[in-house]
């Protein structure tokens, strides 16, 4: 997600990946006026590699800088192997690929290309979410030479200030108006482009959220309820030695923040623990990806106060009702 524009195919392949547009266009695209330089993407979602289908992701030169590309080595030296990869001597690989298919740095890579077999060492392990099953990252040159194909996913613009946003977009839309299939996003919407499909994913958060604090709410209710309803003879005491409503709302009261801190100390733990297991372990086995873990303080801290108001509000009926108690009956009773 570079760059300040984006041509693409309008079409995608039922997800996020647009289909290949011929590369044919990029003279015309780097010809319009306030155009510094222009980058190209291809990606292969489902490259046969041994018996799994990882991700080919081939990336034009101004990507493969240590600027650009540096921040995401985990293994390997950016200034040593991104030369190598811009001249089709080496590639590098995604930390899942290296863990699910047993690939380490500087292990020889053995492809299978229309163009016969490629035999390439890993100059780096890097970070990269392109498929669950790894990824494998080349320069383009070498992706169009072996693979035979001059196609790429997408085209990213970089303009000079001297031009405004809205006009720079006008003269790209203008450069390729005779190809109905292509669209042109600055780079804000094409991030809002793919952030709408995570929105849409999560969709369902919002509501499963909800859920909990109905059960929370009935939860907190019903063990209350219970709680002085098997205590009428205590309160009914309480009562008889002078306790008036407000010392038995306060106890009830009392009795229920003990509960409520309790049950969101054990959640928070208990969710941070889950979360670390699934983040370290589960994704990255049973999905494939590997992923860093980032604890969400403000979203916990926001759950744990609208949780704790729900469950204080559950309490309120309970607590008056043991101010209602009848004091002889409930004597009489027990």
Not at 2 to 21: A, M
Request: hydrophobic share 45%; aromatic share 8%.
């Amino acid at each position: 997600m570079d760059g300040d524009f984006s041509v693409s195919s309008r079409h995608t392949r039922g997800g996020w990946l647009e289909e290949p547009i011929d590369s044919a266009i990029l003279p015309r695209v780097e010809a319009v006026p306030g155009v510094d330089r222009v980058e190209t993407l291809r990606l292969v979602s489902g490259y046969h590699y041994g018996a799994a289908r990882v991700g080919l992701l081939a990336l034009s030169d101004g990507f493969f800088t240590v600027d650009h590309y540096g921040p995401w080595f985990v293994e390997g030296r950016a200034s040593d192997a991104l030369p190598a990869v811009r001249k089709g001597d080496a590639v590098l690989v995604s930390e899942n690929f290296s863990r699910l298919h047993g690939v380490e740095f500087g292990q020889q890579l053995v492809m299978n290309t229309p163009e016969g077999e490629l035999d390439l060492p890993v100059a780096g392990i890097v970070v990269d979410y392109t498929s669950d099953q790894g990824a494998i990252v080349l320069a383009s040159r070498l992706y169009t030479a072996q693979w035979r194909d001059p196609t790429v996913n997408r085209l990213h613009v970089y303009t000079s200030s001297s031009r405004e946003p809205a006009a720079m977009r006008a003269a790209l839309v203008h450069a390729v108006r005779d190809r109905e299939d292509l669209k042109v996003l600055s780079l804000s919407s094409l991030l809002e482009y793919h952030s709408s499909h995570v929105r849409r994913a999560f969709a369902l958060a919002g509501s499963l959220e909800l859920l909990m604090l109905i059960v929370t709410f009935a939860g907190i209710v019903d063990v209350l309820a219970s709680s002085v309803n098997d205590r009428r003879r205590e309160f009914a005491l309480l009562s008889v030695v002078g306790a008036d409503s407000r010392l038995l709302t306060r106890s009830v009261m009392a009795e229920s923040a003990v509960l409520i801190s309790t049950g969101i100390c054990l959640g928070i733990f208990g969710g941070a623990v889950s979360a670390w297991m699934w983040v370290e372990f589960h994704w990255t086995w049973l999905l494939g990806w590997i992923l860093e873990l980032h604890f969400p303080w403000q979203s916990t801290a926001r759950a744990a106060l609208l949780a704790a108001v729900v469950a204080t509000l559950a309490t309120w009926g309970p607590a008056r009702a043991a101010t209602r108690v009848d004091t002889m009956e409930a004597l009489r009773s027990d």
